[in-house]
């Protein structure tokens, strides 16, 4: 019988310790604020490893998140919708980039505010986008462009 008591008091216990553990990835996640504020949208060539759920970032504070992405079938561009905080207001001429966390970090969406007098609208598409730029591929293209770029031959 006291085995079942103790059985029982430490089941309790790793409840209550799975519960503060959801509880703080609650919280530290931002899920219960990622469908605040406005929408926007912005067409891109290249995301690269944008994901629903990818952030949006305004001087490296996050200010919304991405909510949906898909491909448009006429241009075959990347067409990614984000949220934006209700207290941030941006404006009409702003510029959207896919930026990397590094070589091996996830992709978010870096914003850089212009300085138009008017101010982007809930549903309105940014009109001023850079595309991801996949590093390794630059790396790559210079290593192999200079290898036999220089004449040198095979040493003769």
Do not use: C
């Not at 994901?51 to 949906?68: F, Q, T, W």
């Not at 992405?69 to 941030?88: G, K, N, Y």
Request: charged share 15%; glycine share 14%; proline share 3%.
């Amino acid at each position: 019988m006291r085995s079942n008591l103790v059985e029982a008091l430490i089941g309790v216990v790793v409840l209550v310790v799975a519960g503060a553990f959801l509880y703080v990835v609650y919280t530290k996640t931002d899920v219960s604020t990622g469908s605040g504020g406005y929408r926007l949208q912005a067409r891109f060539d290249q995301v690269g490893a944008l994901s629903a759920g990818s952030d949006v970032r305004l001087s490296g504070i996050k200010i919304g998140s991405v909510v949906d992405q898909r491909l448009d079938p006429q241009t075959f561009q990347a067409v990614v919708e984000f949220t934006i905080a209700d207290s941030v207001k941006l404006p009409s001429d702003t510029i959207i980039k896919v930026g990397s966390e590094g070589l091996l970090g996830g992709n978010y969406l870096q914003v850089e505010p212009g300085g138009a007098p008017d101010n982007l609208v809930a549903g309105e598409e940014v009109q001023f986008t850079e595309g991801y730029v996949d590093l390794m591929s630059l790396v790559s293209r210079y290593v192999f462009s200079s290898e036999g770029g220089n004449g040198s031959g095979s040493g003769n």
